[in-house]
């Protein structure tokens, strides 16, 4: 059984020169100064600029000192835009000309806008910005899948503890491949473990109920910031983020409809998916498009050494079907030809020695739907590409016509971790070179699994990280957590993809030579 029949069935910124007269202010009373409840955080690294994000809980300002030593003594200084009920009092700072290959020391407080004098306490966090030279590895790590199958936060078995293995592996950056949250699964107080034993939920009203209303998503993102582990590593690991289904319900596509589920009085998937967007844009530390406020699909370059391309399989796709259309077109589409088209280009264009494809659902693993659907890329049919698979033999065989080399993947969305081989010579499909793809998660989530494979793209199953017959929905505290972490020496330029667990402990490790 699989986790979906398991489911079924159960101001513009202003920033002026290092000046050490411009401290931050000082309050009375904790009570009367604004909070800073989920921490800080940072994402998008690259090209000498960083996202800094927080959130505050009332109408205030956010500001944001930063500085090459831990010391602050260079900093500078950016007075940022206001938090207002319109993002949920969450903002972001848009950091600029900041130095290559260096570890950036930041700091953010909230000024309240109702009482000039109250600043809340000043929240301090750090990041690695990457090098323009070859001078020191590149350390990314993965996962996906948070606080879903009814597994919340238990401070008593660890809380979020996949965050604190994390952490201790250092990585420059975190890809969060999906599902940062599960809005369509409330939690129970309480669920009985098979030990005898009690996993107790810190439930909230929003992850009483599915998600519906903005506030209802909002509330799910805020929830996981109730975790020490999760805001303790946001502070010093810069992230990518991506979406997946469960940010909205789960398996969901733009034109689906409710109409037969009683639990949503918002029958319209496109409407809930618009609320949902909304939150996730706020709670994450994205940088905003500028010209698609609500593009999520991107690329960064590390330096030298590294690019990483986010992918969005969930807004330009068809509906889910047997996935067998004949030719690429709406219907049939996962990612859409717009973003084809930029993946491609920007793919040719990388002078990265790595590229790294980050993908919210797998290549060549059977996702299945309800009623003989598909979810993800494969169809269960070994054969020639038909339906979504026809726009990843595009991709693939543009990487091989282009000699593009040094391509990897990674991916999420089965809840368990696994490291796949695709080779044309086992393949229907033959127009593409070799290439690997690693799969992670849960991060914190029910573990399932393992699904089916489609021949279509010649895989093969190099390490499974879960036993065999496997009870499915393991809870977090049976240790079926996993990420995954690549290293890029830099002098020899070759890269190691690990997969480890919930304690850190590695798994699965290879050694991947730069071609």
């Known amino acids: 059984m699989d986790r979906r029949d398991f489911l079924r069935h159960g101001a513009a910124a202003l920033v002026t020169a290092s000046s050490p007269a411009r401290a931050f202010g000082i309050i009375v009373q904790d009570g009367n100064r604004p909070a800073t409840p989920c921490g800080v955080a940072t994402g998008d690294v690259a090209g000498g600029r960083a996202i800094v994000w927080s959130r505050t809980d009332r ?13 602050f003594a260079d900093r500078r200084r950016v007075v940022g835009p206001a938090a207002l009920e319109d993002t949920d009092f969450t903002a972001r700072v848009d950091l600029t000309d900041l130095p290559a290959g260096q570890r950036i020391s930041y700091r953010v407080q909230f000024q309240d806008l109702s009482d000039l004098r109250a600043f809340s306490v000043p929240v301090e ?72 034993s009690v996993w107790r939920n810190i439930v909230t009203e929003p992850k009483s109920k599915v ?7 909002r509330g799910s993102h805020f929830y996981n910031f109730q975790d020490e582990h999760l805001k303790h590593f946001g502070s010093e690991v810069s992230q990518i983020v991506l979406w997946d289904d ?20 918002v029958k319209s998937v496109a409407l809930l998916a618009a609320r949902a967007k909304r ?44 996935n067998v259309q004949p030719e690429l077109n709406d219907d049939s589409a996962i990612l859409g030809s717009a973003q084809v088209s930029w993946l491609k280009n920007a793919l040719a264009a990388s002078t990265s020695m790595w590229k790294v494809i980050a993908s919210d659902l797998p290549i ?67 127009r593409f070179a070799p290439f690997w793809e690693f799969v992670a998660g849960p991060l914190h989530a029910g573990t399932f699994g393992p699904n089916a494979l489609d021949r279509t793209f010649g895989p093969d199953v190099r390490f499974l990280a879960i036993p065999p017959g496997m009870k499915p ?32 402990d590695t798994l699965f490790s290879i050694e991947l030579p730069a071609e």
């Open 59 to 71: 109408p205030a300002r956010m500001i944001v000192e930063y500085s090459t030593t831990a010391s």
């Open 125 to 196: 966090g750090t990041f690695q910005t990457p090098s323009q030279q070859q001078d020191r590895d590149v350390v990314f790590s993965f996962s996906a899948d948070s606080v879903g199958q009814g597994w919340g936060i238990d401070p008593a078995h660890g809380g979020l503890a996949l965050y604190a293995a994390m952490r201790r592996a250092e990585p420059d950056v975190f890809i969060h491949l999906g599902d940062t949250i599960y809005a369509d699964q409330p939690l129970q107080r309480e669920v009985p473990l098979d030990d005898g």
């Open 211 to 217: 998600a519906q209303a903005l506030a209802d998503y």
């Open 246 to 265: 469960h940010e909205v319900r789960d398996n969901w596509y733009p034109t689906q409809r409710l109409d037969a589920d009683a639990r949503y009085a």
């Open 279 to 322: 939150a996730f844009l706020e709670y994450q530390p994205l940088r905003i498009n500028p010209i698609e406020a609500e593009r999520i699909y991107r690329s960064w370059s590390r330096g030298p050494l590294l690019e990483v391309f986010a992918l969005d399989m969930r807004t330009y796709r068809g509906a889910n079907s047997p």
């Open 364 to 430: 060549g693993l059977v996702v299945p739907d309800a009623g003989g659907r598909f979810e993800a890329v494969a169809n269960r049919n070994d054969g020639p590409p038909l339906g979504r698979e026809l726009e990843i033999a595009e991709v693939l065989a543009f990487i091989r016509d282009r000699n593009i080399r040094n391509v990897i993947w990674i991916t999420a969305d089965v809840h368990y971790a696994a490291a796949h081989h695709y080779d044309p010579s086992r393949a229907s499909f033959t």
């Open 473 to 504: 929905n393991r809870p977090p505290s049976d240790g079926f957590q996993f990420f995954g972490l690549g290293r890029i020496d830099h002098r020899t330029r070759a890269l190691t993809m690990q997969i480890r667990n919930r304690k850190g």
